[in-house]
């Protein structure tokens, strides 16, 4: 059997980070894992990479805006034997960006939509960019400085996320891509920065993002979805060219590695990173 899933959400929203702590957790076996580490051949370098920037307790690189890493996790389910070949692409959340915003897409992704089984979702709790501006302020604005804003003048990159990544999703529904029904899982990266207290990642989305929690809820295109907190990385770090991050000593601290990672939601179990591909691959019941 294999399934592929495929990876969606803008910049910043911690993709990458996710790639590395999987790969980190299932290739270093620290700590027990719903879904274990297949066979690989061919290219993995890049997740190498990143991995180790992650167990170092660095950031990982930006992904440039033309380069499409595969990442490709084959990956098994012990309890049923069952194989779950999982391959992702790690573009970049630009791709996403300017999908909207020019209505251009590159072939690789459409490629990569039309194979996928399930969709992880990415929404960072540390983008605050829907937080910033309103169309209050904008009012506000208005009201203080007595001049007009140019209504002509109109930024698409400043639309708000969650009306980008609606218009995105819907798209996925029609050609090119014409995807089946599938199931999301809504990861929201950095939960460690999530408010003090929160502890129902659902709860956050439907608070954060109405508009695209009621979307995934209602869409014919979405058979089932769920939402998880992940903190990948554990605290903030910073960049290996920049030195240590902030947390980094601490992170450094918590021994074994894979347990700096946090994940809450459904059927979670405190680090397993695969807890949120095991029910994307419909395994979460098997035994
Ligand atoms: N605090 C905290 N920050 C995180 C976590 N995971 C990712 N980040 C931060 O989020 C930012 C983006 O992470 P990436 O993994 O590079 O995100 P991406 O979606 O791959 O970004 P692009 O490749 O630019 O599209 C980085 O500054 C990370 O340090 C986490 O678990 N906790
Ligand atoms: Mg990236």
Not at 186 to 211: C, F, H, I, N, Q
Request: aromatic share 8%; glycine share 6%; net charge negative.
């Amino acid at each position: 059997m294999d399934a592929r899933y495929m990876v969606f959400g803008f910049q910043h929203t911690g993709k990458t980070t996710f790639a590395a702590a999987l790969w980190h957790q299932v290739d270093s076996e620290e700590i027990p894992n719903a879904l274990t580490k297949g066979k690989h051949a061919g290219q993995f370098a890049y997740l190498g990479e990143i991995a180790e920037a992650w167990a170092e307790g660095y950031e990982v690189e930006r992904t440039r805006s033309k380069q499409v890493e595969k990442i490709r996790i084959n990956l098994v389910h012990a309890r049923s034997g069952a194989d779950v070949a999982l391959e992702f692409d790690d573009l970049s959340g630009e791709t996403f960006e300017k999908a909207f915003s020019q209505r251009f897409c590159p072939e690789p992704f459409v490629e990569l939509v039309k194979g996928a089984r399930g969709m992880l979702l990415f929404v960072s709790a540390d983008r605050r960019n829907d937080d910033s501006v309103t169309i209050l302020d904008a009012f506000d604005a208005d009201e203080e400085e007595a001049q007009a804003p140019d209504p002509n003048l109109w930024e698409p990159e400043k639309t708000p996320l969650q009306v980008q990544l609606v218009d995105l999703l819907q798209c996925l529904r029609r050609e090119p891509f014409s995807t089946a029904p599938m199931r999301v899982a809504v990861v929201v990266s950095a939960w460690d920065l999530a408010p003090e207290g929160e502890t129902d990642a659902a709860r956050w989305l439907k608070d954060r993002y109405p508009l695209l929690s009621q979307y995934l809820e209602n869409s014919d295109g979405v058979t089932d979805v769920r939402v998880y907190g992940v903190s990948a990385q554990g605290g903030r770090l910073s960049k290996k060219s920049a030195g240590p991050g902030p947390d980094r000593d601490r992170l450094l601290a918590t021994l074994p590695a894979s347990e700096r990672v946090i994940v809450v939601g459904p059927g979670a179990t405190k680090h397993d990173i695969t807890r949120p591909l095991l029910w994307l691959a419909g395994l979460e019941a098997a035994r």
